[in-house]
């Protein structure tokens, strides 16, 4: 369980910095 929420953080943490600046562009843009 614990290597599981692990990794799913981790995917989270990706996503985050990957995504929204990809939004804040669009919308800035």
């Given at each position: 369980?614990?290597t599981?929420?692990?990794?799913?953080?981790?995917?989270?943490?990706?996503?985050?910095?990957?995504?929204r600046?990809?939004?804040?562009?669009?919308?800035?843009?």
């Open positions: 369980d614990l599981q929420h692990l990794t799913t953080r981790a995917d989270d943490s990706h996503a985050a910095p990957v995504f600046p990809a939004k804040l562009k669009n919308l800035i843009s």
